[in-house]
């Protein structure tokens, strides 16, 4: 199933994000897939904050992964695959015991880790738009 989002203000990602929420059950692992600039760690932030995250979001660029804990105790991941250079660096990390614990993990530049991604997941592209705000955001997963 796909869904579109016409964006026009970083006030319009919750739209996105609550969407988000809802599909939760679809998958533990969501990948955001964008040019640098679309807006990744941003919508990932909007994500984090509707979910009840009170932590700092930050894109974990040299870490590789942060987390972070709901208001409700649920641990949230998020990835950054930018700066690995061979899949095994993400064996290094110990990706599955993230990808399938149960809990959500958030990833950017997952073209970077394809392979490694479960068979079920959702997957966000993030174009950008004509504008310096807007942005055409995606969501597809596999239910029917």
Same mark, same amino acid.
């Given at each position: 199933?796909?869904?579109? @989002?016409?964006? =026009?203000?970083?006030?319009?990602?919750?739209?996105?994000?609550?969407?988000?929420?809802?599909?939760?059950?679809?998958?533990?692992?969501?990948? @955001?897939?964008?040019?640098?600039?679309?807006?990744? =760690?941003?919508?990932?932030?909007?994500?984090?904050?509707?979910?009840?995250?009170?932590?700092?979001?930050?894109?974990?660029?040299? %870490?590789?992964?942060?987390?972070?804990? =709901?208001?409700?105790?649920?641990?949230?991941?998020? @990835?950054?695959?930018?700066?690995?250079?061979?899949?095994?660096?993400?064996?290094?990390?110990?990706?599955?015991?993230? @990808?399938?614990?149960?809990?959500?993990?958030?990833?950017?530049?997952?073209?970077?880790?394809?392979?490694?991604?479960?068979?079920?997941?959702?997957?966000?592209?993030?174009?950008?738009?004509?504008?310096?705000?807007?942005?055409?955001?995606?969501?597809?997963?596999?239910? %029917?």
């Amino acid at each position: 199933m796909k869904q579109a @989002f016409h964006i =026009t203000s970083v006030e319009g990602l919750s739209e996105v994000s609550d969407y988000l929420i809802s599909i939760r059950d679809r998958g533990d692992v969501v990948a @955001f897939y964008g040019p640098m600039g679309a807006g990744k =760690t941003t919508l990932i932030k909007n994500l984090c904050h509707r979910m009840g995250v009170t932590d700092e979001v930050n894109s974990p660029t040299f %870490a590789i992964v942060n987390e972070y804990v =709901t208001d409700e105790g649920e641990s949230v991941y998020h @990835f950054d695959f930018y700066r690995i250079k061979k899949l095994e660096e993400a064996y290094d990390i110990g990706y599955e015991n993230y @990808f399938y614990s149960g809990n959500l993990c958030l990833i950017e530049w997952p073209e970077l880790i394809e392979p490694l991604l479960p068979e079920r997941y959702v997957r966000v592209d993030i174009a950008l738009g004509e504008t310096d705000d807007e942005r055409i955001i995606i969501v597809t997963d596999d239910e %029917a």
